[in-house]
């Protein structure tokens, strides 16, 4: 009788112990805030573009365009951490530029060092500025 006993408060502890935790586990203070996150600022605006990253097809000569372009882009270190992350999309021979930037010589800035690589009348400069705050 005494050892049931003891199984009966040790299954017992157990049974708190688990609804301890669960009840832990459900606290809106533990709660993942990234189901939660925000929508990012620009996705809006996104959806109505329609030259997107994913458009650009896997043609070599697109793909080495593209290439030349990020890589004088992130070559010029007087450029903002947001002028070196700007999207560059080629498609067939001609480049679209979008992303922010923080001034409109950034702005200027990018749009002939694509020009350089693909000539000037096939950059389509959709860069928006956004100064920072």
Excluded: C, F, W
């Amino acid at each position: 009788m005494h050892s049931l006993n003891k199984l009966s408060i040790s299954l017992l502890t157990s049974v708190l112990a688990l609804t301890s935790v669960n009840a832990i586990a459900a606290s809106p203070l533990l709660q993942d805030s990234s189901s939660q996150a925000t929508a990012p600022d620009n996705a809006a605006a996104n959806k109505h573009h329609a030259t997107t990253a994913d458009n650009q097809p896997n043609v070599a000569q697109d793909r080495e365009a593209a290439r030349k372009i990020r890589k004088s882009v992130i070559a010029d270190k007087s450029l903002s951490m947001y002028a070196h992350n700007v999207k560059i999309i080629v498609v067939r021979g001609s480049v679209t530029l979008k992303g922010p930037v923080r001034s409109e010589d950034e702005k200027k800035r990018i749009g002939d060092l694509a020009a350089q690589v693909t000539g000037p009348n096939k950059v389509i400069n959709n860069i928006s500025v956004k100064p920072a705050s």
